[in-house]
């Protein structure tokens, strides 16, 4: 008797559809597990696909803007010069479309198509050349010696330089064409008229000095090194670009007794009226 009833609680229970079966039940506790079996979840597994996930965004983000430096695209290039263990090899990449550049920065960095090489002048040549944008690096054989990177034509954040045998030989860092630490003044509080560039490099005065004209133009050049200045200093008219005058320094900050001196002068035509006799 007690196995028929058993049986046919069993053929009741076969009867029933699976589908309709709430395996919840409602309690003041809230939603439990009737059968109290328990709920897996492979938690390494899911933390492995979240990283998968992410690395796959990254790399497709990667690979969608491996070409835009600072919000401007770019193209790639490069020049290759020597032979065998000599060859020369410079990567970098360049504007995609023309944007201006800053008229103080004395140097623009620019392929020339032409002579399929790069050049640094002040001035571009838009219908022959490119500006450069973007990484830079330069290889000697197998061996990188100068890398870094630049913006709008300009060396810019971290450059350095290396030996054949991989040693750090220089390392400077930059801020859109300038020494970083370097002290600028202007004309005015917004900023917008260059007045003096003081180029500091590891704390002394070490590369090109400029003074400019209120109108932009420059009024002064010259080298600084070891907080001595050095070589031919320049001054300038404020039109046309017209010298004014040359003044030559010593070429060793460290000869003490070379007594600098005026070796070229120009009146305002650009006549020269004025050169120093050895």
């Known amino acids: 008797m007690v196995f028929g009833a058993f049986l046919a609680n069993a053929q009741e229970a076969s009867s029933i559809d699976s589908a309709k079966v709430d395996i919840f039940g409602d309690t003041d506790d809230g939603f439990t597990l009737i059968n109290k079996s328990p709920l897996t979840i492979n938690m390494e597994r899911e933390i492995e696909l979240s990283e998968e996930a992410k690395d796959a965004r990254k790399k497709k983000e990667k690979r969608r803007n491996k070409k835009v430096f600072y919000g401007l695209k770019t193209k790639k290039g490069f020049t290759r010069r020597g032979y065998g263990d000599k060859v020369e090899l410079e990567m970098f990449h360049y504007l995609k479309e023309p944007q201006p550049v800053d008229p103080y920065v004395p140097e623009i960095y620019w392929y020339d198509f032409t002579r399929k090489k790069i ?18 690096k330069r290889i ?3 061996q990188v010696v100068e890398e870094g990177i630049f913006y709008k034509g300009t060396k810019h954040g971290r450059w ?15 801020y859109h064409g300038w020494p970083k630490d370097s002290k600028v003044k202007y004309y005015d509080k917004k900023q917008t008229k260059l007045k003096e560039v003081i180029p500091i490099v590891y704390g002394k005065k070490n590369g090109t000095y400029y003074y400019f004209h209120e109108n932009g133009a420059v009024a002064v050049r010259g080298e600084y090194e070891e907080d001595v200045k050095v070589g031919k200093w320049t001054e300038y008219y404020p039109f046309m ?5 040359e003044i030559q320094y010593p070429n ?15 009146d305002r035509r650009n006549r020269q009226v004025y050169e120093h006799q050895n």
């Open 252 to 266: 060793d900050p460290y000869d003490v007794s070379y007594q600098p001196f005026i070796s070229k002068e120009w």
């Open 119 to 136: 050049r640094n002048t002040g001035n571009v040549e838009d219908k022959r050349g490119v500006v450069l944008h973007g990484p830079y």
């Open 241 to 245: 670009s017209r010298k004014k005058k």
């Open 140 to 142: 000697v054989g197998e």
């Open 160 to 174: 350095t330089k290396y030996d054949g045998n991989d040693v750090l030989m220089d390392k400077r860092k930059y």
